[in-house]
């Protein structure tokens, strides 16, 4: 019962095969200590229990981490099923190793924004404060 | 936009579920929401798993919900991870532990506890109800990692369990009062490590000094699954307690001290609206609760006063 707007929700997840989860739990932190509430699902995860775990957690963001070069085989289905699952409200954010030319498309399916290595914590938080949370339909 | 999630709820759409508890966790709404609640053919069997940071809680849990899957129960869990005092924001990382197979069967919601309400989360009872109402027959509340004095979740839960595991002091530890004493079932997880006999005999002995009171020990490993089963048939040989689950009468009074709150921050000033409704509430309470009594009294009072009802706060 606090007085200020409740803290934002964002998961994030790795999904696929891909072990590499430094860079994601650093986002983690650096939400976390921007007040916003991180569900960490962590690795491995299959694009349905992605979707599954964002629509049990109510949360309002979703960021994805690939470092295996699958992203475009597997953003695509999982903003798929976000959508089939009736969470289209969700926002999406990609990270990790995203070649160059791949990103257009990922921002053309529905991708809110791809963050590659070295960006400050500080442009991501920014990113999702500005943008917000969507408001449920 | 309540009423739809509230009409979804009822045909068990999950969504809405979900969507229902994030309302509860912030206190928003929950006299309507607690009012649309049918009562479930079976009430829920709530188990709370406590005990320090790192020693296997959300570990545990999650070999409980495969145990559990195998006999088709339906297992909900509310895992709690601490809220930072400083910046508000949380890393909830309890589900990472959990199965991540999909299931219909299995929900998982993860919550910030802020400082202050004994390792818990604000608004567990609403949240526990609607999933109850959902039709749960498991509900497992984890708490933060629990200092030696958290013991708040012990009115919320049919069993409470509390895990230790070797290593974490000397047999002075179990001798203090406070969180032991109120576990139903004391949980030595890690059992595979060299010390845990020796934790397992100093806890035993300890405890045997309480009159009374009987309070199993189980060791288990959540590595290797060892002592999963024993730790069910723990969980299961505990007698119901009376949460109230069945008349609601815990609910409402908590329902009402909420209530109580909002008046007396907000003042209720000029509100006949929320006089009927409390009106309305007393009638719902036959009459005869003083709580609301209360309020009728306080609002009016203040009924020509200015100002209004901050609902947000």
Redesign the interface.
């Given at each position: 019962?606090s007085?200020?707007a409740?803290?934002l929700r964002v998961v994030l997840a790795k999904v696929g095969l891909d072990g590499h989860d430094r860079g994601i739990k650093v986002v983690?932190?650096g939400?976390?200590?921007?007040?916003?509430?991180?569900?960490?699902?962590?690795l491995?995860?299959?694009p349905?229990?992605v979707v599954?775990?964002v629509?049990?957690?109510?949360a309002q963001w979703l960021g994805l981490s690939l470092l295996s070069g699958a992203h475009l085989t597997l953003v695509p289905r999982i903003l798929d099923l976000l959508r089939k699952?009736?969470?289209e409200n969700v926002q999406v954010m990609v990270g990790g190793i995203i070649p160059e030319p791949d990103i257009p498309r990922l921002l053309e399916i529905g991708v809110a924004r791809v963050f590659g290595p070295g960006t400050p914590l500080s442009e991501i938080v920014e990113f999702l404060r500005e943008r917000g949370g969507a408001v449920?339909a | 936009?309540l009423e739809s999630l509230l009409e979804g709820f009822q045909h068990g759409d999950?969504?809405a579920l979900?969507?229902l508890?994030?309302y509860a966790s912030?206190?928003k709404a929950l006299p309507e929401i607690l009012s649309h609640l049918k009562s479930p053919p079976k009430s829920s069997q709530v188990i709370a798993f406590t005990g320090s940071a790192g020693v296997g809680k959300s570990s545990l849990i999650g070999k409980l919900i495969e145990l559990l899957r195998r006999d088709n129960r339906r297992v909900a869990v509310l895992a709690c991870d601490p809220?930072?005092p400083l910046?508000?924001?949380?890393?909830?990382?309890d589900?990472?532990r959990m199965p991540?197979?999909?299931e219909d069967d299995v929900?998982?919601?993860?919550l910030?506890a802020t400082p202050g309400h004994g390792a818990v989360a604000?608004h567990l009872p609403p949240m526990i109800r609607l999933l109850e109402s959902f039709g749960f027959d498991t509900i497992f509340i984890e708490t933060v990692g629990a200092g030696q004095s958290d013991t708040a979740v012990a009115s919320l839960a049919d069993v409470v369990a509390v895990i230790l595991q070797p290593e974490a002091g000397d047999d002075l530890q179990w001798e203090k009062a406070g969180l032991l004493e109120v576990a139903d079932i004391v949980v030595i997880n890690k059992g595979d490590l060299p010390k845990a006999d020796h934790v397992e005999s100093q806890v035993r002995t300890i405890l045997g000094l309480s009159e009374g009171r009987h309070v199993p020990i189980v060791r288990t490993s959540a590595k290797s699954g060892e002592g999963i089963d024993g730790l069910w048939a723990a969980i299961q040989a505990m007698p119901r307690k009376n949460r109230g689950g069945g008349d609601g009468r815990e609910l409402l009074l908590y329902t009402q001290e909420l209530l109580a709150?909002w008046f007396m921050?907000a003042q209720a000033k000029n509100r006949p609206d929320v006089l009927q409704l409390i009106k309305n509430w007393q009638e719902f309470t036959n009459q005869r609760d003083v709580i609301v009594r209360k309020l009728i009294q306080l609002v009016e009072k203040d009924i020509s006063a200015a100002g209004g009802l901050d609902r947000?706060?």
């Open positions: 019962m007085q200020t409740p803290a983690a932190r939400l976390r200590d921007a007040g916003m509430h991180v569900i960490y699902a962590g491995w995860q299959t349905e229990a599954r775990t629509a049990d957690e109510d699952a009736g969470l449920h | 936009m999950r969504l979900s969507r508890l994030t912030q206190g809220q930072s910046s508000g924001g949380a890393l909830l990382g589900r990472f991540t197979q999909v929900f998982i919601r993860s910030a604000e709150e921050k947000s706060d």
